[in-house]
């Protein structure tokens, strides 16, 4: 009896420590997540000037994979150096324009007899 008191401690005691491990890794990813977070918003900063940053929160708020997309290819421009000045609402406008598919007009006609 001893000897299976003593096999569900040696147990419970290394379910404990799995559960420990799995948890500090999950907090390393939630801290290399912010960090690329915080990394995004620095290199978007120097990007972008303030109301071209404004138009991407509120397209971020509507569409937030679109944002997504968009905020990956100012950042790829940006370290591959092909931006020259910062991106600016008129700019970022016709990018968008660019990247968002254009809205079909559908029209309803309903006959009545």
């Not at 008191?5 to 997540?33: A, P, T, V």
């Amino acid at each position: 009896m001893d000897e299976e008191l003593e096999k569900l401690r040696k147990k419970r005691i290394q379910e404990l420590q799995q559960e420990e491990q799995l948890q500090q890794s999950m907090e390393g990813q939630e801290e290399q997540q912010k960090q690329f977070e915080e990394q995004k918003k620095m290199i978007l900063r120097s990007v972008l000037t303030p109301k071209a940053r404004e138009r991407l929160n509120n397209i971020k708020l509507a569409r937030p994979n679109i944002c997504d997309e968009i905020e990956n290819q100012l950042i790829m421009l940006a370290q591959s150096g092909r931006l020259n000045q910062k991106i600016d609402d008129d700019q970022l406008r016709q990018l968008l324009q660019r990247i968002i598919p254009k809205k079909r007009d559908i029209n309803i006609n309903i006959k009545r007899r």
